[in-house]
């Protein structure tokens, strides 16, 4: 029972690292008008996604996604999954190198970035050598620290609001469907782990249903707080709306009067779960993947943490840095859409194939 | 074969203390032999007297007296080592091991030394192992309360009792502690000892053992699904698994209203995080960040801190070394110079200090704050190692700043939840109740 | 031994950690922490920067200024870096004084504000006010009057609701924030330096796109207020022959668009106590002539404004679900000079 609250929080948590930098920029390029359309748009189609990944590893109980993959076969495992860890590798240094810059600029605008990239990378491969217990736990610990701050920097920012900021809410432009940046967006909604966690505890839908709903509440209040405070012309000028809206607010009865310091803890916060969740899936890819060579899986983490972060190191400038995370992004969007209805469409011609 | 009594004499040729009395029960001539600083020989010898007056023969005695009646020699040397009498009829025929009246090595039951609990019964563990267990058992009369007890050491055979309730512990814990006590092969001396049995943690200040003095708090923890174990000649109940949850709650909290137990366990966890926070908060505010502080206490601090030529980061450690120092001397201090070396120590060097110039007052609050948060937590061993673990944060603020403060809190959170002992991590709240009711 | 291995890699990771990150450590006492900045322009040609900085010592506590000549604002910043004995720290500024001069050129005034907005060390928060002044002579004031207290100065600008109505305070980001924004323009408060007082307001500069277009004087200021939805509570007014104290206000606003025409109307409520009045004087005659006085007033300002095709009221902005987006872009323009207002006043006794 407690692991699957766990899991849920990891959900929750890995969803809001991975939206709070990129996702309002996105949504402000792909839209003038009607945000919360395309924000409720993104949310269904994952959540539709989810639904069905959920009843695809339902259909194979005690087994996580590679076990699956390697019931297919061992070459179909690693067709579909190498790929997968490649692209988990970039996301990985991106997402670090991403965060990096926002940390920087928001506590110690004189430090070289590589510095607090090794910062980041040893506790994420610290967190993820230590398996998935040790992440499960100490993220429910980072869960009951962070939303905290999360939700006061939220509340803390209605100061500010201009309610007439917002545009109309009801002219959503239909192209953006076309746009490829859509795809990019869908890449956002990364719940791909949750089928590596559920080999010893079945998923229940519900539960993510309503991590799904604060997880949508919250990408809702990411994407409108800047441009409440800002509005839709200014905030698209802006390099990192949410962190200036951030900055703007003063309390004054407070003694600390830097809000974005919250945001950039919560985003310390996150981040290395984030990470630690996609290295530990690497470590386990790879680990049951290729197992006769009797290598740990800590091993196979470290030697891929090196290389991203090698990667990550070389990425010259901070807006070659975001495209490239895009990118990333709309692969992994290609494993989101492809990895759930493989999983889901074998089950279901295994689960005939048992009854005749 | 009458040399047993030979046998000892000379096996024992080192010992003066080993006594061979000599005594005449009816015809029969009887040996009492034993240590006579273990057994209170007069005392013992007046009841078996008395005992001999009303059996009918030796042999009767005999089983009157003991149950381990006609052993081989080398049990009767384990016997007289643990302090045993051991009676032993002329010409061999019979022999016997008997539970004498000891010499009373032992305090009474006492207050405790370590733990000071208020509106609470004030009974501690003394060090008696049968005492203890005793004290359990008086307490909690269930017939699901089981006891398992081992002699384990190569030089020395140290008595243990584990003990748990039926139902409750779940069953696996109980199988690994049971094979993990069975194994042991080296001395067990110390808590530290035993504690590398349930599995090494390198270098880790958390042990797997939460040791307790109180009867009332390891009955609490035997209901709550663990398992307690007893040393012999240990005052203290070591409760296993080892959870992070001890450091903020005792048993006797309950004794108030919840809303007053709920206020002392809040103070003790701001206590414990103000602990490993606060310097390395200091430090980050002072040297690395000042621009989260508004603009008052910004210059509120600079002037706190105006011509002091160390760095905020050395002028930290040097009084936390100072100030752990200090908490250490104490300790090792008869008890009627402690206070005046906490006069000495905690008063005038911290006003001098201050006047020197050498270190800002600002930090001095800090570091006093910190000294009393500290010792909220509940027992002297999580103390320490929340101490401990100030100091690596501590060295991270210095370099990142706030960030630091956070990834070295961060880091600590994901420290202590990687520990696990048998399978149970130090990070849970309650133990799930998994043992079967048979 | 595997164990002992990973140890030994742990402290070699751990060790790297401690090499890296010695950069931002710089003790509170060795910054110098600049309070107010003011920016002028000499000649047309070079910026000229100005820094009240507080020294803090421990007995008598003294603040200085420091200046500073360049190109551009940014090269400024730098050589004042180096020419100060400590680290500067540009992250405590609470208020900057633009001079007004600067500001006839809207481009650079642009450029100015985003470049305030985007530099990581000033607070986007800090307060921006223009003056007709001297910059260095605001300064000094500041300084003198202020001192090391520079930081309340703050307060001056927030007396807070209920106290001076007519005082408000814009930030740069709001500043920034007005120069996209297709709706709404934005009063920026002109300040001078005052003979006892520290500062004497004077009005407001309304910008619009980051060009001056005129000058509202502080009754004008209040009224702008109110419709920037801040209570007009403790405003006094003098009638000629009484003299009123606003305690209560509230407005209504209702917007509807015919044939492409946009109208407004607003209804303010005031409530008024009466704290001196001449002989012979009714309620209703001070009621009157109240209502009478602030409708004129906002009839007048919307006239000039109108004129001037800049939406100082923010009317725009509750268009928004009334207009297409793409032709918000043309409020300014098109729409505002045929924006029809029904202002009505109600006032009511207390």
Known sequence: MTQRIQIVIVFILIQLSIGYLVYPDLIYVLTKTAHWELVMCQGFLQLILIWIYIKGLNYFPENDVIDIYLKMGRWVAIIFLIP???????????????????????????????????????????????????????????????????????????????????????????????????????????????????????????????AWVSVTLFFLSVVYIPLFIFGQEAVVTLTNPFLEAMDSVDISWFSFNRQTMFFGLSLVGLVIVANSVMLWMIGQIMRKIFKFRKVKSSYWIIAFSVISFVLAFLVPNQSLVEKCFLWSTGAQAYSMIIIPFTIFIYGFIEKRRVKA | MRDIVKEIESKFSNHDDLFIEEELVGKTTIYFIGFNTLVDLTKSKLYVQQMAASSSSVKALFINLSDQVGVDIEQILKAILEGKLVIVSKGDAENAIVDPIAQNLN???????????????????????????????????????????????????????????????????????????????????????????????????????????????????????????????????????????????????????????????????????????????????????????????????????????????????????????????????????????????????????????????????????????????????????????????????????????????????????SLTSDDIPYLTFNIKQEGDTK | MRNNKLFKLLIVFMSTILLCGCWDIKDINKRSIPLVMGISKEDDEEYKLTLQIPIPKNDDQISRIVTGRGETVASVLGQIRTNSEDAVDFSQIRLIVIQKNLAKNPQELRDLIKFLMGSEDIPSRALVALTDDDVENVLSNINDKLGVHASSIYDYFNKGAGWVPEIFSITIWEVYRSLYSYTKDIAVPVVRSGKDTVLKFKGAAILKKGKIIETISPDECQLVNVFRNNNEKGRIESLGFASIIVTNSSIKNKTSMKNNKPTVSSNLRLKIYILERKEGITNKRIRKELEKLTEKRFYRLLKRTQGSQTDIFGFGQQFHQQISYHELKDWRNDYYPKLKVNFQVHANME
């Open chain 2, 107 to 417: 305090r009474s039951i006492e207050e405790p030394k370590n733990e000071s609990p208020i509106q609470a019964s004030i009974n501690a563990f003394g060090d008696d192992i049968t005492i203890n267990v005793g004290l359990i058992r008086k307490r909690l009369s269930t017939e699901r309360l089981c006891h398992c007890s081992y002699q384990v050491g190569e030089l020395d055979k140290r008595r243990l009792s584990m003990l748990y309730i039926k139902g409750r512990a779940p069953n696996i814990l109980i199988e690994k502690a049971n094979q993990q006590l069975k194994q042991i092969k080296s001395d067990i001396e110390t808590i530290d000892d035993l504690n590398k049995q349930f599995g090494q943690r390198i270098l880790s200040p958390v042990s797997h053992l939460s040791p307790t003095e109180l009867p009332i708090q390891a009955i609490h923890s035997l209901k709550k699904n663990r398992i307690v174990l007893f040393m012999d000649n240990y005052p203290f109940a070591l409760v296993f698994p080892n959870l992070i949850w001890d450091m903020f709650s005792t048993e006797n909290d309950r004794n108030f209203p919840f809303v007053l137990t709920f206020m002392l366990r809040l103070f003790r966890v701001i206590g414990a995080v103000a602990t490993v926070v606060l310097p390395a908060l200091y430090v980050a505010l002072v040297s690395v960040n000042p621009g989260i502080f508004r603009t008052d206490l910004a210059l509120f601090v600079a002037k706190s801190r105006e011509g002091i030529p160390l760095s905020a980061f050395l002028e930290t450690i040097l009084m936390v070394v100072i100030v752990d120092l200090i908490l250490e001397a104490i300790n090792r201090l008869p008890k009627s110079v402690g206070p005046s070396i906490t006069m000495v120590g905690g008063i005038i060097l911290g006003q001098a200090m201050v006047e020197a110039k050498l270190v800002s007052n600002l930090l001095v609050i800090v570091i006093t704050a910190v000294v009393i948060a500290s010792s909220a937590v509940v027992g002297i061993q999580n103390s320490l190692y929340i101490r401990l673990l100030k100091y690596p944060i501590l060295v991270l603020a210095s370099f990142f700043g706030i960030l630091g403060v956070w990834t070295g809190f961060i880091l600590t959170v994901i420290y202590l939840a």
């Open chain 1, 84 to 210: 997968f860890v490649i692209n988990l590798i970039a996301l990985v240094a991106f997402n670090i190198r991403l965060h990096t810059e926002v940390i920087i600029s928001v506590f110690l605008p004189r430090t070289p970035y590589w510095s607090i990239l090794i910062l980041l990378y040893f506790i994420s491969v610290y967190t993820s050598i230590k398996g998935l217990g040790t992440i499960l736990r100490s993220s429910v610990f980072i869960f009951l620290i962070v939303i905290p701050l999360v939700v006061f920097n939220i509340f803390s920012s209605v100061i500010n609001f201009d309610i007439h900021n917002v545009t109309p809410g009801w002219e959503l432009p239909a192209r953006f469907l076309l746009k490829n940046k859509f795809f990019y967006l869908l890449g956002f909604s990364s719940f791909l782990f949750l089928g590596f966690m559920a080999s010893k505890t079945k998923l229940s839908f519900r539960q993510l249903f309503v």
